[in-house]
């Protein structure tokens, strides 16, 4: 009876050490044949290691497979519920290290097992969408708050000052941005907001 303990994690940053060591704490059905992942719960044709161990279990070869958490299997509740599935007609027990209340449903005489363990498929699969919905909303909020400040720094008080006041002066766009140190594109865009000075006329470019 072979035993599989399947570890994922989705980025490299994360350290799967942790995740290993909590599995094989409940593992008590063997020396198991460890799966290792670094991919997305959600892109099923890039999880090579998954499909091996799915194969595995068709074949009858897996009895017991260990997982630190549900959501390592899949996040998407209707994927989740369908693996049980898969797993119970091929008689393959799945225990997780952050579920092991689930244990005790095994033990249930039909059919209330069967009942009761889709009812918690179903609410566990119901948070684990919702925590990566609010995973992906945050990191949408990270990037645009990033990306705000990171952004285009905006041009100094001063610097301002300085383009109207050489513009003021009668000075081309071309001689303010070199006398200022300013791009010819900004210096075209201030002129436009100086307060006390129309904007010169596009024949002012090459004065």
């Given at each position: 009876m072979k ?16 995740q ?8 008590v059905y ?12 959600y ?16 074949k ?6 260990i997982?630190?958490?549900w ?24 225990h ?10 095994y ?18 699969g119901?948070?684990a969408?919702d ?10 909020i ?11 720094k ?14 003021n ?5 071309r ?5 200022s ?7 075209h865009k201030?002129t ?14 090459d004065?």
């Amino acid at each position: 009876m072979k035993v599989a303990i399947y570890i994922r994690v989705s980025t490299e940053e994360q350290d799967e050490s942790n995740q290993l060591d909590d599995c094989n704490t409940i593992n008590v059905y063997g020396s198991p044949i460890i799966y290792r992942e670094r991919q997305s719960a959600y892109k099923d044709k890039d999880r090579e290691q998954f499909e091996l161990l799915k194969n595995e279990i068709r074949k009858g070869e897996i009895k017991h497979l260990i997982v630190w958490d549900w959501d390592r299997l899949y996040r998407n509740r209707k994927k989740l519920k369908e693996f049980f599935s898969f797993c119970k007609i091929y008689k393959c027990l799945i225990h997780s290290y952050r579920q092991q209340f689930f244990e005790d449903l095994y033990k249930i005489p039909s059919p209330f097992d069967e009942i009761i363990m889709e009812l918690v498929i179903n609410l566990m699969g119901w948070l684990a969408e919702d925590e990566s919905r609010k995973k992906s909303e945050r990191v949408k909020i990270a990037y645009k708050n990033r990306k705000t400040k990171w952004g285009r720094k905006p041009i100094h008080t001063n610097k301002k000052k300085i383009v109207w006041e050489l513009q003021n002066q009668g000075l081309s766009i071309r001689k303010i941005a070199k006398e200022s140190g300013v791009s010819v594109g900004t210096v075209h865009k201030l002129t436009k907001e100086n307060p006390l000075l129309k904007p010169p006329t596009n024949d002012e470019f090459d004065n």
